[in-house]
């Protein structure tokens, strides 16, 4: 792949100058994207496009180096390389958590409001209207810091092997988005199986008997889908009224991913059932695959070490109003950011400051740094259902 189809949110289809230099992607310099900078920044992205698939020699680099901004167009061209591999990296948590973001590192409170939704009362003549208390509740969370540092040696630029720098900014872009991936997973799942204090028969979110399911814990097939459901739709407010979702998130381990993509893609349904004096089959369309979608999260046989390859999940999508988790990012730090340390050594004789490519004055290495915000917590039971997969309590 091209680099400059490389340093964009990239899929090659959607490449172009005005989207890759007309936007976002200043962090590291901190400059206006005025029209001057925007071609002093395609200019060294052409130029170390040329470098780095050695239709020019590394010493150029070094040299365009000790410009005044080549420094500042370089590491904005490496954040939008993080970026870009940050959004190609595939993620399922948006699908099925809520997205937030908050202000500051303090705790975020999350204030729910129910009651006041049933059925209106009859009032008669000359009779006061009914008054119905709300109730409240509250979720707490916050946002926390995440990231790393990787050197980079003078002596890896002196040997022309720049494969390893290109490669810096993939590989912290593919570790920022697998860092949220994890963390959302561990809301819900633990080393034992679906999280107890949100999957539980005081929650009523489990599929097993207790719950109306026809089995405990029944493997993932067309009909242990319907009885999730059918524990899903039982589900009800602080009122006793109906919690109305009309489209959920199939959430499975990758060994599970060939049977979920069976179920929701057949075009037909044949199903067993004792009607009249014998045995019927119905033929229906697959109405399934209308309400859901299919989300293969790789996390959860890597967290969940019990039932990781069996258990299974259904989320109300997240357009719903009661979400069944939330993670939250930093304002203004939505994303990635990367950073790279200044030098902090002078060369005798030369005077002023060195070319940043020189590197720390202890071990002539750069070091960059990413750094990624972000935080989270369990809300609503209501909106999700797991199964184990195992055929047991």
Request: net charge negative; charged share 25%.
């Amino acid at each position: 792949m091209e680099f400059l189809q490389l340093v964009e949110t990239l899929r090659s289809f959607e490449a172009s100058p005005q989207r890759l230099f007309g936007t976002e992607g200043l962090r590291l310099g901190r400059r206006d994207p005025d029209p001057q900078y925007l071609t002093r920044l395609r200019e060294a992205a052409e130029f170390i496009a040329d470098v780095y698939e050695g239709r020019r020699h590394a010493i150029f680099l070094r040299e365009a180096m000790t410009t005044s901004d080549f420094p500042l167009l370089f590491g904005d061209i490496l954040d939008r390389q993080l970026l870009g591999k940050y959004a190609e990296t595939p993620s399922t948590i948006d699908n099925y958590i809520t997205m937030r973001t908050v202000r500051d590192f303090r705790q975020a409170k999350l204030f729910t409001v129910d009651g006041a939704e049933s059925t209106l009362s009859p009032v008669g003549q000359r009779e006061e209207y009914p008054m119905e208390a709300l109730s409240e509740g509250q979720y707490v969370y916050s946002v926390s810091k995440y990231g790393r540092v990787i050197p980079f040696s003078w002596e890896t630029m002196i040997n022309d092997d720049l494969d390893a720098l290109k490669d810096i900014p993939e590989r912290l872009g593919r570790a920022a988005r697998r860092s949220e991936e994890k963390f959302g997973t561990g809301l819900f799942v633990t080393s034992t199986g679906p999280d107890s204090t949100f999957f539980s028969n005081t929650n009523k979110n489990l599929v097993n008997i207790a719950n109306g399911a026809s089995t405990d814990n029944p493997a993932l097939t067309i009909d242990a889908l319907q009885q999730a459901f059918i524990v899903l739709s039982k589900q009800v407010d602080v009122d006793g009224e109906p919690i109305v979702i009309e489209m959920v998130e199939l959430v499975v381990p990758p060994a599970l991913e060939v049977v979920a993509e069976n179920i929701l893609n057949a075009t037909e349904l044949w199903l067993n059932t004792n009607g009249g004096l014998s045995d019927q089959q119905l033929h229906v369309a697959n109405w399934m695959r209308r309400r859901t979608r299919l989300a293969v999260n790789w996390y959860l046989p890597i967290i969940n070490t019990t039932s990781g390859n069996t258990a299974w999940f259904l989320f109300a999508s997240t357009g719903s109003t009661r979400p069944a988790l939330i993670m939250a990012k930093l304002r203004g730090h939505e994303t990635p950011e990367m950073f790279m340390k200044s030098p902090n050594a002078l060369r005798i004789g030369g005077g002023g400051e060195i070319n940043p490519m020189d590197g720390d004055f202890d071990t002539d290495s750069l070091e960059y740094k990413l750094r990624h915000v972000y935080g989270g917590t369990q809300v609503d039971p209501k909106m999700a259902v797991a199964s184990k997969g195992t055929g047991a309590v």
